[in-house]
Nanobody, 114 residues
Framework: VQLVESGGGLVQAGGSLRLSCVAS????????MVWYRQSPGKRSELVAQ???????DYADFQNSRFTISRDNAENTVYLQMNRLEPEDTAVYYC?????????WGRGTQVTISS
């Protein structure tokens, strides 16, 4: 099983990024896909998740700035992040979870400059 995140980088506050996570080795359409993030010195926090049904949940802090989506044909989950703030600086991790397993990617760094 492999989850590979991409799309991170350095952007100015107010900018946008689109993160991608490509999964292999799992029946992607059966998994709940989750984005987490972790900033230095802070606990990991859930950002958004999308269920196999397509339903979504979001953390309150994103304040309607983020959108999670999935493409089951491409085994990919996305996180569109708009109006980024310096507080969004973190490593963003992709997680795939189901009754069959719980898998993690290695993360992608997002840095927002003020």
């Amino acid at each position: 099983v492999q989850l590979v995140e991409s799309g991170g980088g350095l952007v100015q506050a107010g900018g946008s990024l689109r993160l991608s996570c490509v999964a292999s080795g799992i029946s992607f359409n059966l998994y709940t896909m989750v984005w987490y993030r972790q900033s230095p010195g802070k606990r990991s926090e859930l950002v958004a998740q999308i269920y196999s049904t397509g339903l979504t949940d979001y953390a309150d802090f994103q304040n309607s700035r983020f959108t999670i989506s999935r493409d089951n044909a491409e085994n990919t989950v996305y996180l569109q992040m708009n109006r980024l703030e310096p507080e969004d600086t973190a490593v963003y991790y992709c997680n795939a979870k189901s009754k069959s397993g719980n898998f993690w990617g290695r993360g992608t760094q997002v840095t927002i400059s003020s």
